[in-house]
Structure formats: C-alpha cells, structure tokens
C-alpha cells in the first residue's frame, strides 16, 4: 500500500503546477483525498480536499488558483495549481482517509520565487 506525490518543481509566481497523488496496493475511490502543505518552520496545514462523494473544498488562500481532480480509472488525485505566488512554497502532501484508515505520501516540494 503507497501513496506516492510528483510534479513538484521550482517555477516562478504566476506559474502553474500540477502536483499527482498516485495510489498502489489499494483503490482511492472512496477515500476522502487530502492535500497538505508545509512551509519551512511552520506546522502542516490543509489545503484541499475532495470527500468520497466527491465533494471539493479549498483554504481560503487558494481558492480560485487551486483545482483538486480526481481520476479513478488512473487511481489517482491531482492538484492543479495555477497564479501561484511565493507563499505557495511548501512540500505538499497527500493523504487518503477512510474511516479509521489513513495512508500519507512522502510529500513533493514546490518552490515559488523569481
């Protein structure tokens, strides 16, 4: 069972990214997808998340800049991150919960800066 994050990079503000969360040894649907982030010397925080009825909600500070995707036939969860600014910069993870079940990725780092 792994949860795996990619398509993290360097970019610069105003560029886009699209981060995959990919899942093997199990299936995502229905599992509520989290995404997480966390910058240097802060705590982790929520990002996006899309529950197993598909239900999308976003932080404040990116709404309308983020799209949370889900794909089941590629047992996959994407983020698309679109204008995005300095304070964007963090290692983004992942998270797929079910009831008591929870599995996180490694995390994918992305920097924004010019």
């Known amino acids: 069972v792994q949860l795996v994050e990619s398509g993290g990079g360097s970019v610069q503000p105003g560029e886009s990214l699209r981060l995959s969360c990919e899942a093997s040894?199990?299936?995502?649907?229905?599992?509520?997808i989290i995404w997480h982030r966390q910058a240097p010397g802060m705590p982790r925080d929520w990002v996006a998340s899309?529950?197993?009825?598909?239900?999308?909600k976003y932080q404040d500070s990116v709404k309308d800049r983020y799209t949370i995707i889900r794909d089941n036939a590629k047992n996959a969860v994407f983020l698309q991150m679109n204008n995005l600014k300095p304070e964007d910069t963090a290692v983004y993870y992942c998270?797929?919960?079910?009831?008591?079940?929870?599995?996180w990725g490694q995390g994918t780092q992305v920097t924004v800066s010019s």
């Open positions: 040894g199990f299936s995502l649907n229905g599992y509520g």
């Open positions: 899309i529950g197993g009825t598909n239900l999308k």
């Open positions: 998270e797929a919960t079910r009831l008591r079940t929870s599995y």
